[in-house]
């Protein structure tokens, strides 16, 4: 062999032996101990749509959050005024994120001027007017403050949910932010979709408030609803039928402790093993709970979870000891996903589903199957087509695309570990792989065509050889360039399954590069030093 | 030697350009009256938002049976239908976005089916929902990303070749994907992310082919410098049309397969390969270089 032959086979083989351990991994059930220590024990990482999954994206309605923190400002200025003597006739929340606040006279609202300064310095006035006497202003916050609200309630959803979704028990859950305020959440393998849909989104606000037992819920809700309380709902289900009904309460709007007070919830079960969650609350959360159940003895407790009544139990005695539980018909998985979020704690502010793909693992198989023995049955005919047009050469061209596809999978398994976003093999990515087939045949049918025609020109098998790979080189690369252009927008703007066919179709073109150029040359280049041949078979 | 087209084959492409462009007329105006008839392409869930669910039936129900189901489940408007591709008993549940609630469809559908049906008799394989916010967001994504791709492959192209190349080159790609479009439209099939993914696969695929061609005629024109330049086109497209139609062969071979075997999931995408592909070779050997003729009588390089 000479020098230039040497190398080129060293290249070969190595790329061949690394080739073969980046798949190994992917194609057995279990590596050997030692495995890991020497080499990569990444496999191809499939796609929602092969292994079965679910994909979510979430909207945080952060505007949401900026309300009520206004509205807890607002409450928190109107005390301060009271205290500070400055004296108003109205104060509300108005537009979403601003307060109006009417004060008694203009001395009063220099006073206020002063104050709000002083004191609320992300505060600003966006107009005022005399009304007579009195002058109505509109206040508005900072923008850098709601931005910086938005952020932050952007940031303790994806916290949150990280939480949730770690709890309930997902192998490799992806949860990532997605442009602005929305969030991407990837499950794989997840067998009850629906209930990890339910548990994600789930505010959780838990508080706890009395019921008004003055009222009657059927006079409330002909429309006579007390000053200061609101009708909220009980969901019950027959234990026999399975139908919900639901049953109304009138309750005082006051809330008297929130979920800030948990420390931990955990699921239980009573002496009929009925399954319960139980609470523990934090040193101040005991009591402060402790004092709303001695202030408030013998009346009914209601224990909301975002404005749904889970049970309003009579309180029969002061609690102490931080202890509280909340009972309602629960089922096992209900109580257990009920004590998840409330573990994980409540969302600043809603979500909202904006997407949603699943796939159920018996079709995930189906497509692998499917397109698994499509490519193989495709890429036969190509083999055959090959041989039957090129003859010799076709075979040369068929070593170089079954090397195409093991030199694609080997880079497939290897990618999740040096880019740090997923790289996933998706249906249509298969797609691509099968593609590529054809087109990598593209590269040699070019060189071939161009081998033939220096032959007919009469040149040597030496001359043609070499002059049918130096001018096919150009054309190869000026051609494949647009492909992997179009492959590079569809990686930038594609969902998952999209993304798996442009990295399949990029990296095919790179890989039947290589074969087409370094391979299927050096097989020619050994023939052509080893036997006396006067024309090529091709 | 097995050849498809004989070396010396000399077909006169270039005198019969305007029988290619009248085809090729025809063809776009077919395709553009489908569209205008249509309202335009017809959205899938992606662009247009809604909900899609595909169940499976242990046996093969009645199509009514599930549309009765689900009207008894008060799903008013839910369309279904068989979906052959995937398999036997397999159905489409589709439902437009009107609804504000899309978050419990899914699980409303499950329900009313279950009404109807043995619990164990079917399974609910795949579901899809898309709010109509992303679905609008994903339309102008897609725009964006079709104009960046053909944007970045011309600049190429003008980089690599002369502008009046580069013009061949968009007549071809915009007739391919005007083509492809058309027959999407004529053969009611949704207009999906995967069919976008298909399109620009075409366009790459055909500027490809289109650029094996040019990269011939830039040989060719130092050579044949005597010669006319409608017969320089002639020689090249010649030369070059066994390798053409080779790759698109192997390449259509493959996309065949991958259309009846691979399930139904990749069905229309592979459907729109194969469609703009045949349209994609076809335009590379006749509209572009045709057009680039067309263009240099119009318009005659002083120096060449």
């Known amino acids: ?289 402790e004092q709303v159940t001695t202030e408030n003895t013998g009346k009914r407790l209601a224990i909301i979870l975002d404005n749904n009544i889970y049970s309003a139990p009579v309180i029969r005695q002061p609690i102490s000891g931080g202890e509280a539980i909340i009972e309602g018909r629960f089922s096992m998985e209900e109580a257990r996903d009920l004590a998840i979020v409330l573990r994980a704690g409540s969302l600043p502010a809603p979500i909202k589903i904006l997407e949603e793909r699943t796939v159920g693992p018996s079709l995930g198989q189906d497509s692998i199957n499917k397109g698994i023995k499509a490519t193989i049955i495709g890429g036969l005919l190509v083999i055959i087509a090959m041989i039957l047009y090129y003859r010799m050469a076709g075979f040369v061209a068929n070593i170089a695309l079954i090397l195409n596809i093991f030199l694609l999978l080997a880079i497939m398994a290897m990618l999740p570990a040096v880019l740090p976003t997923t790289v996933a093999l998706t249906l249509p990515g298969i797609a691509g792989i099968a593609l590529t087939l054809g087109m990598a045949v593209d590269a040699n049918v070019l060189i071939y065509e161009r081998i033939r025609e220096e032959m007919r020109l009469g040149k040597p098998p030496g001359a043609a050889l070499a002059a049918g790979y130096s001018r096919a080189f150009l054309t190869i690369m000026d051609s494949n360039v647009t492909t992997v252009i179009a492959a590079l927008v569809l990686l930038q703007f594609g969902t998952g399954p999209i993304k798996g066919f442009a990295i399949t179709l990029t990296i095919g073109i790179a890989v039947s590069m290589f074969t087409a150029i370094v391979v299927t040359r050096f097989i020619f280049d050994v023939v052509l030093n080893n036997f006396r041949i006067k024309r090529w078979s091709i | 030697m097995f050849e498809i087209i004989k070396p010396g084959t000399k077909i006169d492409f270039m005198k019969r350009k305007w029988i290619g462009f009248l085809f090729s007329g025809i063809v776009m105006l077919i395709g553009i009256i489908s569209l205008v008839v249509h309202g335009g392409p017809i959205y899938g869930i992606d662009f247009a938002g809604g909900t899609l669910v595909q169940v499976k039936f242990s046996q093969p129900v009645a199509i009514d049976a599930i549309r009765g189901a689900l009207q008894d489940g008060e799903l008013e408007g839910a369309s279904v239908q068989g979906f052959e591709a995937e398999g036997k008993g397999e159905y489409l549940i589709r439902l437009q976005a009107s609804s504000a609630d899309l978050e419990g469809l899914s699980t409303t559908i499950k329900a009313a089916l279950a009404k109807r049906f043995d619990e164990k008799s079917f399974e609910v394989r795949r579901v899809e929902m898309v709010g109509p916010k992303v679905g609008k967001d994903l339309r102008s994504k897609a725009i964006w990303a079709t104009v960046i791709a053909m944007a970045m492959m ?85 030369e070059t049309l066994s390798r053409t139609i080779l790759t698109g062969m192997s390449t259509l071979m493959v996309l065949i397969v991958l259309f009846f075997m691979g399930g139904g999931v990749i069905h229309d995408f592979t459907l729109t390969l194969i469609v703009g592909i045949i349209f994609g070779t076809y335009s590379s050997v006749y509209i572009a270089s045709a057009t680039v003729l067309v263009w240099e009588n119009k318009f005659p390089k002083k120096k060449r």
């Open chain 2, 154 to 238: 011309l600049i190429y192209i003008s980089f690599r070749f002369d502008f009046r190349f580069a013009v061949g080159a968009v007549v071809a790609i915009c007739h391919d994907v005007i083509v492809t479009i058309g027959v999407l439209s004529l053969l009611n099939i949704e207009f999906s992310i995967l069919i976008l993914a298909a399109l620009l696969t075409i366009v790459g695929y055909s500027i490809n082919d289109t650029i094996v061609v040019y990269d011939r005629i830039r040989e060719n024109l130092p050579k044949m410098r005597r010669e006319p330049f409608e017969k320089m086109l002639n020689v090249t497209v010649n």
């Open chain 1, 1 to 289: 062999m000479t020098r230039s032959l040497q190398w080129r086979f060293l290249l070969i083989l190595a790329v061949l032996i690394g080739a073969a351990i980046f798949l190994y991994p992917t194609f057995v059930k279990e590596l050997p101990s030692w495995w890991p220590k020497f080499f990569p024990q990444d496999k191809i990482h499939l796609g929602l749509d092969l292994q079965g999954g679910m994909h979510l994206t979430f909207e945080v309605e952060a505007d949401k959050a900026v309300e009520s923190s206004v509205e807890g400002i607002k409450n928190d200025l109107g005390n301060n005024l009271k205290k500070e003597n400055i004296f108003y006739t109205y104060l509300d929340r108005v537009q979403g994120n601003k307060i109006e606040v009417v004060l008694l006279n203009p001395d009063v609202k220099a006073r206020f001027d002063s104050y709000l300064k002083e004191q609320y310095p992300s505060w600003k006035e966006a107009t005022s007017q005399r009304e007579g006497d009195r002058v109505k202003v509109l206040l508005e916050m900072d923008s850098r403050q709601i931005a910086e609200i938005k952020k932050s309630a952007i940031d303790q959803a994806l916290e949150t949910i990280r939480n949730r979704v770690d709890q309930f028990g997902v192998a490799e859950p992806d949860i990532s932010r997605q442009g602005e305020n929305m969030i991407l959440i990837q499950l794989p393998g997840i067998k009850d979709p629906e209930r990890a849909k339910e548990l994600i989104g789930k505010t959780a606000i838990l508080e706890f408030k009395l019921v008004d037992e003055e009222y009657d819920p059927s006079r409330a809700l002909a429309g006579n609803i007390p000053f200061g309380d609101v009708i909220l709902y009980q969901r019950v289900e027959d234990p026999k039928t399975g139908a919900v009904h639901k049953v109304p309460y009138v309750i005082k709007d006051k809330t008297l402790m929130t979920g800030d007070a948990l420390k931990d919830a955990r699921v239980k079960l009573d002496q009929n093993n009925r399954p319960f969650v139980g609470l523990s609350l934090h040193p101040a959360g005991a009591r402060l709970f």
